[in-house]
């Protein structure tokens, strides 16, 4: 980046405190405006067609389609991705994830998913994937890049702003995912409780969770998952969610697949919030769950009505004792950055067309709604690189 940028410490420094060894700068003494500050950091200016925002398994789809098209790697179209490395969310699962238990993962396009281990860290085995397919379709990457704010130029191209300077682009694809917005539910007392609290997010393996006391919250993939792993070294687990979970003992087939796809993609279209692909589908009875259930692990309780110092207690006056708090709760679209756009309706979804979005059709979202699945991030990255395409054609023609 910094052979980009010009300046041997990566960029344009906007004050002395920034910048390492050697590269020191006086800012006069006084520092600078926040103007001044504002306009030094975007000084580093880059023109692009269009800027993919993300490097998981849909930003990667997109570039892939995006490069197959025509569009060429670091000027045609750039992808921005905020981590330090390849692998998306699949960098930050936990240790404990092996292959055997992740529910099936689907090929990026024209390369096959390799055969791992079933022992192997999905994490480890996922990552390794996508830094070969980045290197083998000559993705352009650019991280870590943080990106702040997305805005519309009166040229009606969009201004990137990034931690590491500036992109401008004739469309962006958002493929940023939702693991960098855990959602954390609102309860009475949570503030006050004294034991610990974590999310699905910053779980990393069973052992922190030894002779705990452990309430685990939420009805998804993750609380099922999480509790067979906790159970055996807690003293004690309780399972409490909102509702009775969904458990399914039936193949999942395409067909069941494509229905699911369809009744989210119904919600996005009407501007709902979308719910996950795996509410609508169910829990999958494996031979993990019914030994659970054997050993009570998932004998689930309701949920409570608030959190104490020592618990968490029911309207009824039940109580539980807990030193831990597990919230398996899921996540929400990480789309902060898009808030300069306005492109949410007044009931604060934002009305989707396929992966565009209709309030501005220069905003495709992928891994978003019913493209949040494997297989459905694929074709959500093709499908907007179509409809890209076919914008900026209409745009050439008119110039």
Not at 291 to 311: C, H, N, S, Y
């Amino acid at each position: 980046m910094s052979a980009v940028y010009g300046h041997p410490c990566g960029g344009v420094v906007a004050f002395a405190r920034r910048v390492g060894p050697g590269c020191e700068r006086d800012d006069g003494g006084g520092g600078q405006s926040s103007r001044a500050l504002s306009v030094a950091r975007y000084v580093d200016t880059r023109s692009v067609d269009v800027v993919v925002i993300g490097a998981g398994q849909a930003g990667l789809s997109a570039g892939y389609h995006l490069h197959r098209t025509g569009f060429t790697p670091g000027t045609g179209f750039v992808i921005l991705d905020a981590d330090d490395g390849p692998g998306g969310a699949w960098r930050h699962r936990w240790p404990t994830l092996t292959m055997d238990r992740v529910h099936g993962f689907h090929d990026l396009p024209a390369m096959p998913f390799p055969v791992a281990a079933p022992d192997r860290r999905a994490s480890e085995v996922v990552s390794g994937y996508f830094s070969a397919y980045e290197r083998t379709f000559e993705l352009p990457v650019e991280r870590p890049v943080r990106v702040e704010t997305v805005r519309s130029l009166p040229d009606g191209r969009l201004e990137v702003r990034t931690d590491r300077g500036r992109w401008i682009a004739r469309a962006l694809i958002n493929a940023t995912g939702t693991w960098s917005r855990p959602f954390w539910p609102h309860y009475p007392g949570r503030a006050e409780f004294r034991g610990r609290q974590l999310h699905t997010a910053d779980y990393r393996g069973p052992a922190e969770f030894t002779g705990q006391r452990v309430v685990v919250v939420g009805a998804g993939t993750s609380a099922v998952q999480l509790l067979g792993e906790i159970s055996p070294v807690a003293a004690s687990t309780t399972w409490v969610t909102r509702r009775p979970p969904d458990f399914r003992d039936i193949d999942f087939t395409p067909e069941h697949g494509r229905a699911a796809v369809a009744l989210v993609e119904a919600r996005v279209r009407s501007g709902r919030p979308p719910s996950s692909v795996v509410g609508v589908t169910g829990l999958p009875v494996t031979p993990e769950v019914r030994r659970l259930r054997e050993q009570g692990v998932l004998d689930r309780l309701p949920m409570f009505e608030r959190i104490t110092p020592d618990g968490v207690a029911w309207a009824d006056g039940r109580f539980v004792a807990a030193d831990m708090i597990l919230w398996c709760t899921g996540f929400r679209a990480a789309l902060d950055h898009l808030a300069p756009l306005r492109l949410r309706d007044a009931g604060g979804g934002i009305v989707m067309d396929g992966t565009r979005v209709v309030a501005d059709e220069r905003i495709h979202l992928i891994g978003y709604g019913p493209s949040a699945s494997t297989v459905g991030a694929n074709r959500a990255g093709r499908a907007a690189v179509t409809e890209i395409r076919a914008l900026l054609a209409r745009a050439t023609a008119l110039d």
